[in-house]
């Protein structure tokens, strides 16, 4: 079971961030630390062109900058495509640094475990975020991620995927009442929030024998593949057949918002995540609710923890996982619930 120990964010994320969104990138120093040392962190982000991860650098920065610590974010975007290679390349720039900690947000789990193999070798501590390093355990309710305890990850932090699944599968049979057909939506498929999720989602519908799941697609988090799933179910199974589409991923919105358009007007629809196109679609109604997972806090938080490990506070940071808090946003709560980044 992963540990639900998270620390409070100092200083309000929702506020501080709305002022902060111009961060991303490049190098951000803030006042001395009160320990009178100036620690500096590289960040190894696998694509800030997604504005999910672009937001969770601005919340490392932004922290980094209140402790009085350097941070130097780079991307594992080249060429406008994900590049293992340079992904990798930017820990060893890291360690011929001689950074003090290394943030690491990695497109593959796994291929990049010998990279941090060498910041072991160089005493350089790392803190995952948002993505895990190592493959994933087991299935199901013994489905876990291996955070690299052969390197020097001291701690995950990012959302737990398979709690994701199940409340967001609770949410589906409470939209829908407990029976219908349903599509499911996959993200990137082998990402181990995409096997997660769905694996806490597939233990809660098993449950309910008049939820019938009729097919599954894949949207790989791209809106425009979204819409395109939609009109392939709503091709095969017409407008409402479906008591519910649910994917992963905030591009829901985008789908959903397209069936709206198109004369359905009773499937519902749940994405995953909040953007403010899902805060919108779910104030407009196309979108029933989602689960809130705050790119903002796992930024705070990586760099929290990576503060207490350079302290040697090591009984103040949750292991293996520190888990972020996900809350439900129905119609009924959406209002007093801030969405900090688009999708």
């Given amino acids: 079971m992963h540990k ?27 006042p001395a630390s ?20 672009a937001a969770v650098a601005v919340g490392e920065k932004q922290e980094a900058a209140k402790l009085g610590m350097k941070i130097k974010v780079l991307s594992g975007n080249t060429s406008g495509s994900i590049s293992l290679s340079q992904e990798i390349a930017n820990i060893q720039t890291f360690v011929s640094e ?4 290394i943030l690491v947000t990695p497109s593959n789990s796994v291929a990049i475990e010998p ?3 060498k910041a072991a070798a160089a005493h ?31 701690t995950f932090v990012g959302d737990d995927d398979y709690t994701y699944g199940v409340l967001e599968a ?10 219908g057909d349903i599509a499911l939506l996959h993200g990137v498929l082998g990402t181990s929030a995409d096997t997660l999720r769905f694996a806490g989602m597939n233990s809660v519908f098993k449950k309910y024998p008049n939820i019938h799941i009729v097919t599954t697609m894949v949207d790989a988090w791209v809106n425009a593949t ?8 709503m091709a095969k199974y017409g407008a409402a057949k479906l008591a519910a589409v649910v994917a992963i991923g905030p591009q829901m919105y985008a789908g959903a918002e397209y069936a709206r358009a198109h004369g359905d007007m009773t499937t519902k629809f749940i994405a995953g995540d909040y953007s403010r196109e899902v805060a919108t679609a779910i104030k407009s109604g196309a979108v029933y609710g989602t689960v809130d997972q705050s790119p903002a806090e796992e930024g705070v938080l990586g760099v929290q923890y990576g503060m207490d490990v350079l302290l040697g506070k090591m009984t ?13 946003v129905t119609k009924a709560n959406v209002n007093s619930i801030p969405a900090l980044w688009n999708s």
């Avoid at 040392?37 to 991860?53: A, E, Q, W």
């Fill in 170 to 179: 609770q949410l589906t049979v409470k939209a829908i009442g407990g029976k």
């Fill in 226 to 233: 979204d819409i395109t799933d939609v009109q392939d179910l």
């Fill in 34 to 53: 009160a320990t009178g040392k100036t620690f500096t962190i590289g960040s190894d982000v696998n694509d800030l062109t997604n504005p999910f991860l």
């Fill in 316 to 328: 103040l940071v949750p292991h293996p996982t520190a888990d972020i808090p996900l809350p439900i």
């Fill in 124 to 154: 350089i501590p790392v803190i995952a975020v948002n993505e895990p390093v190592g493959v994933i355990k087991g299935s199901g309710t013994t489905a876990t991620a291996n955070t690299g305890t052969a390197t020097s990850v001291k």
């Fill in 4 to 30: 639900k120990n998270y620390r409070l964010l100092s200083g309000g994320v929702a506020a501080s961030l709305l002022a902060t969104l111009t961060l991303v990138g490049g190098m951000s120093t803030g």
């Fill in 115 to 117: 990279a941090l193999a």
């Fill in 98 to 101: 001689k950074v003090n900690l």
